[in-house]
């Protein structure tokens, strides 16, 4: 079998297999992982084992991604379920090494919390397999399988800690407002299908401009529903309700998956749908634009009023999403660029703030108040100055990757001429300081209540290494982002579609990328 | 050599000697910073004899940083720069010599970020790049923030998160206008760069937008002047800072914004900044900040507080001095700039002693005290009146000049502005009175003890400063006059010989 790399004709099955090689590679992980625990999920040595299985499962995958990437993989031909480019495989990086940081994050955590379920690690590995299918779907039938896989796999794990009455509420509430979620988008789908006739990207593309469905009513109600659906998945205002109450009850660990991966695989598949199908329909902007501003504004104005910090986090990823959809409402490839490179920083920057939060309190961490952390400089100058880096990183601080990222996202919105939304994004990072800077403050600033207050925070080798990396390399990339730059940039910009009319104007395109 | 690496060993040192600072054991983290300071002035020194009046932005560095997106560290000096640069490497040594009793706890923290902030402050200085300006313009917030929010007094809290959400808003609106500013040159000339030079050659004639560019750098460089509406922050900050950092917000961070506008906001919209709107609400502005910071000074029970308002009196000179556009008038303003710096400097380092010794900053908690501490009173004496602007001292040169070339711009400003002059002395010397003079009449200063040699070690370079810019203020102006010319023509170009010369 000769293989052609940059002509990967899907219509053949060994081309199919080499395309589809990463998630083919985590489906086997994942079952093996599952057949294991079938037979050892007793102990405390059962779980380190699926854990060690699944971070090599992980490693697999991510190494069948690199592959493809290094390859320069391209599909040729007719349009097909699955996209091949360089999208696809940065989000497949993305959300694997999210899924092994939260399995490192997890080790430790499950132990103290005495949650013998190794099974944890294999609904793990399903989520990541669908969030891998929503960033390369090239059809909303194979995106909807990916969400679906996610999805359940994170109603189990939200409820993971079965003791615990919130964890049952967290699970539940998402179970149905998820359920929800997809019968919208499931409905969206079916709309778009009436209109266009058909579920691929790529075709829905061709149909909207050669028929000219910009203004077909059955088009457009079906864009609001599917806008619906991810909206709830991202959770962006006004769909957001469910998320701080999931995050709050859910295990700290999944909280924070839910927090970064998930999002990011919602937002991938945002992406490619309304920049593969629906460039030619200029009435997503609008909608996109308000979404973006309500959910900056509404987002961090509550997170000032929160108290606790894993319900402030929560807030903050709201608003997150926000800036995230700042960069999908720019519509061009400076603005997916900016959009992977905004994810790699807010996926290290909100996953360390979670494993450092899961280390300092116990039973769910619902009740440690940022009050909590007083005097915690002194006491734990590491731990103390890891949080600050955090901190200073979603508030967008210079030198951090989140300003990097944020700024990214700034050129993007500039250079396509919304500088509104630009200023209404800065307005919104200062109000943001009125809840990240209290945690620096109280940490830093105010005296330890007593000599044993941050007695119980532990932190193990694990979770230590992992915050270690992810603070590291958030002041790398704040310092250094080119190399991450770059393959932004070529990313961001496979991801339009061939019959795209939009007229973009890259932001910083005058010199060719660099080669790999 | 030297040429080639000063600016930048003057930016790296101190996160360097920072370093050293923390890993060293608590109690030698004072005097390595300030051997850490001190080496840094000596790295700053020769600059003064090395910078070539006529020769424009020299000492360049240009070196890719992140080339895609144009983005270069690019770092000069011309006489607009080259006196705060001096200005901070001189203050930075006393300002650690003046901690060395006041911080007492978490040393090595409070000298490293004060080395920190030096770092970020010369970096703000030297850049000629519009994003390596605004990465230093917020780094040395965090160091700030953290000195005023740790070692500061009863209401630090407070006051910590105000001083950085104000700056912080105007950075980021400025941050914004960066970008659009960028991305418009980069339309007309297709090239994507925020090189200081390539934007000031091609930034032309941008309509309406120039004028909301023009308010987001405003907004940003007014919050920190601070201008009048907008300096509600720099009370709050100033006294709830520890000493060192009431010296260097004052003497260096306030320069920061008058900076701005010299660099920045002027030189890159000229027709904004020369419409007759513009013109008229910032020299009211300037008048407002120069009598009303007067007026609210005089009545401060707070001594620390009183100098903080006669900050922003101060710094309405600089703003009066920068639009009136005339060589004296700008020369005056970068004077002030310097004076401000020497003598308010020296004003917070003498409140702090005193808070020292008595833990207390209220006017009226003293009285009389020079006959017990004759050397305090003689240093205050002259840093007073020095702030005032006493002819002889450093304080005349500036504002005189300010005045003087004002009066030939906006003459009735002058006018009220000279007004300011007699305002400061209403404000200053009452409290010098009834600090040092009146009665003796509070047992508890009875037994206060005069200035220690280490104190007069910070004071006597202060004081000398005062005298000698104050007697003999020509090479500091014959530095400064051909960049001012520079700056003068960059705004409004010259309709004399240039004009001829066509």
């Given at each position: ?281 200029p009435?997503?902007h609008?909608?996109?634009w308000?979404?973006?501003v ?32 700042v960069a999908?409402a720019t519509g061009t490839g400076a603005g997916?660029a900016a ?59 210079p ?7 944020k700024w990214y996202i700034l050129v993007a919105a500039t250079s396509s001429g919304q500088v509104l939304l630009a200023a209404v994004l800065v307005l919104?990072s200062v ?58 940039r ?12 939009s007229s973009d104007v890259p932001p910083a395109p005058l010199r ?5 | ?53 006529a020769g424009g932005m020299q000492?360049q560095v240009d070196?890719p940083w992140i080339p895609s997106w144009g983005i270069h560290y690019a770092v000069g000096v011309d006489g607009i720069s080259?006196?705060l ?38 970096g703000v200085f030297v850049a000629l790049d519009l994003f390596l300006f605004y990465i230093m313009w917020d ?28 700056t912080f808003l105007g950075s980021l609106l400025m941050l914004v206008a960066i970008l659009a500013l960028v991305y418009l040159v980069a339309e007309r000339t297709g090239v994507y760069s925020f090189s200081y030079f390539h934007l000031m050659g091609n930034v032309g004639e941008l309509g309406t937008v120039a004028f909301w560019l023009f308010g987001a750098f405003f907004l940003a460089f007014a919050i920190k002047v601070p201008i009048f509406p907008f ?24 320069k920061m914004g008058t900076y701005g506008f010299l660099r920045f906001a002027l030189p890159l919209f000229p027709r904004v900044a020369l419409h007759p709107a513009v013109q008229t609400a910032i020299v009211t502005l300037s008048l407002v900040g ?25 710094l309405g000179?600089v703003m009066l001095g920068i639009w009136a556009l005339t060589l004296q008038s700008v020369q005056g303003a970068l004077?002030?700039m ?64 300010v005045?003087?070339g004002a009066?030939r711009t906006y003459p009735a400003a002058a ?65 400064m006059e051909p960049s001012a010319q520079r700056f003068i023509e960059s705004v409004r170009p010259a309709p004399g010989p240039a004009a001829a010369a066509r």
């Open positions: 079998m000769n293989l052609d790399f940059q002509a990967l004709d899907l219509s053949r099955t060994g081309d199919l297999l080499v395309a589809l090689a990463p998630e083919l590679v985590l489906t086997l992980a994942a079952l093996l992982v599952l057949l294991v625990v079938a037979w050892r999920h007793r102990t405390p040595e059962d779980l380190r084992l699926a854990g060690w299985l699944t971070l090599a499962g992980l490693g697999a995958a991510g190494f069948a991604a690199w592959f493809l990437w290094w390859q320069a993989a391209r599909a040729a031909g007719i349009p097909a379920m699955i996209a091949v480019d360089d999208f696809r495989f940065v989000a497949d990086w993305l959300f694997l090494g999210t899924t092994a940081l939260t399995v490192l994050v997890s080790f430790d955590y499950l132990e103290r919390e005495e949650l013998w379920v190794p099974e944890y690690f294999a609904l793990l590995l399903f989520a990541s397999l669908g969030m891998m299918l929503m960033a390369g779907a090239q059809d909303l039938m194979v995106l909807f399988l990916g969400l679906e896989l996610m999805s359940i796999a994170l109603y189990v794990l939200a409820g993971s800690s079965r003791r615990s009455a919130a964890g049952a509420e967290a699970a539940l509430k998402y179970f149905l407002l998820g359920a929800f979620a997809s019968g919208f988008l499931l409905y969206g789908i079916a709309l778009v299908y009436g209109a266009t006739a058909t579920t691929n990207l790529t075709l829905i593309g061709v149909q909207i401009a050669t028929l000219g469905l910009q203004h077909s009513a059955m088009l457009l109600i079906g864009l609001g529903l599917l806008l619906v659906g991810f909206g709830f998945k991202v959770a962006a205002v006004p769909f957001h309700m469910w998320a701080p109450d999931v995050y709050d009850g859910s295990p700290t660990p999944i909280a924070g998956y839910m927090a970064t991966a998930v999002k990011a695989a919602a937002f991938a598949a945002l992406f490619r749908v309304l920049g593969e199908a629906f460039a030619a329909v009435a997503w609008a909608i996109v308000w979404l973006a309500a959910t900056m504004v509404v987002g961090n104005l509550i997170a000032l009023a929160q108290r606790t910090l894993k319900r402030m986090l929560a807030y903050s990823s709201i608003a997150h999403a926000g800036y995230l959809l999908v997916a959009f992977l490179f905004y994810l790699v920083a807010y996926t290290l920057m909100t996953l360390a703030a979670f494993a450092l939060l899961a280390a300092k309190g116990t039973n769910g961490e619902r009740d440690v108040r940022i009050d909590d952390l007083a005097g915690l400089a002194q006491r734990r100058p590491w731990l103390a100055l890891a949080l600050a880096v955090c901190m200073l990183s979603l508030l967008g601080f030198v951090t990757a989140g300003f990097i990222g919104a109000i943001s300081a009125g809840y990240y800077l209290p945690v620096i403050m109280a940490m830093y600033m105010q005296p330890e209540p007593s000599a044993d207050a941050h007695a119980g925070m532990r932190l193990g080798r694990l979770g230590s290494a992992v915050v270690a990396a992810a603070v590291a390399g958030l002041l790398f990339l704040g310092v250094r982002p080119n190399r991450l730059l770059d393959i932004a070529v990313s961001g910009a496979s991801v339009r579609a061939a019959p795209a009319v060719e990328p660099t080669g790999r | 050599m030297y040429a080639q690496t000063v600016l930048t060993a003057l930016i790296a040192w101190p996160a360097i000697a920072a370093v050293g600072v923390l890993t060293a054991p608590a109690r030698w983290a004072k005097h390595i910073a300030l051997a850490g300071s001190l080496l840094e002035l000596a790295i700053s020194v020769p600059l003064w004899w090395v910078f070539q009046p000492l070196v080259l006196f640069i001096l200005l901070t490497t001189f203050l930075m040594p006393l300002s650690i010599l003046g901690s060395y009793s006041y911080i007492t706890t978490r040393e090595r923290a409070f000298y490293a970020l004060l080395l920190v902030l030096t770092s970020g402050m010369i780094v040395m917030l965090i160091p700030m923030y953290f000195i005023i929010g740790v070692w500061g007094g009863q209401n630090r809290l407070y006051a910590a998160l105000k001083f950085f959400v104000y300096h509600t922050w720099l009370p709050d900050a100033h006294v709830e800072a520890p000493t060192a950092g009431s010296v260097i917000l004052a003497a260096v961070l306030l120069i009598i009303y910071g007067g007026l609210v000074a005089m009545v401060q029970p707070d001594f620390k507080k009183l100098i903080a308002y006669s900050s922003v009196a101060h000179f004077m002030v310097i004076n401000h710096g020497i003598s308010t400097g020296a004003l917070f380092f003498l409140v702090g002693m005193l808070y020292e010794r008595r833990h207390t900053r209220l006017i009226e908690a003293f009285g009389g005290i020079a006959k017990v501490v004759p050397l305090f009173a003689a240093v205050l004496t002259i840093v007073s009146l020095s702030s005032i602007g006493l002819p002889a001292t450093n304080g005349f040169v500036g504002e005189f000049l005045l003087l009066f006018g009220i502005a000279a007004v300011g002059v007699i305002v400061a002395a209403m404000y200053l010397l009452p409290a010098l009175q009834r600090v040092i003079y009146n009665p003796l009449d509070k047992p508890e200063n009875a037994g206060l003890t005069d200035l220690s040699a280490r104190e007069l070690a910070v004071l006597l370079p202060l004081v000398a400063c005062i005298v000698w810019i104050g007697v003999y203020p020509a090479p500091l102006l014959r530095r």
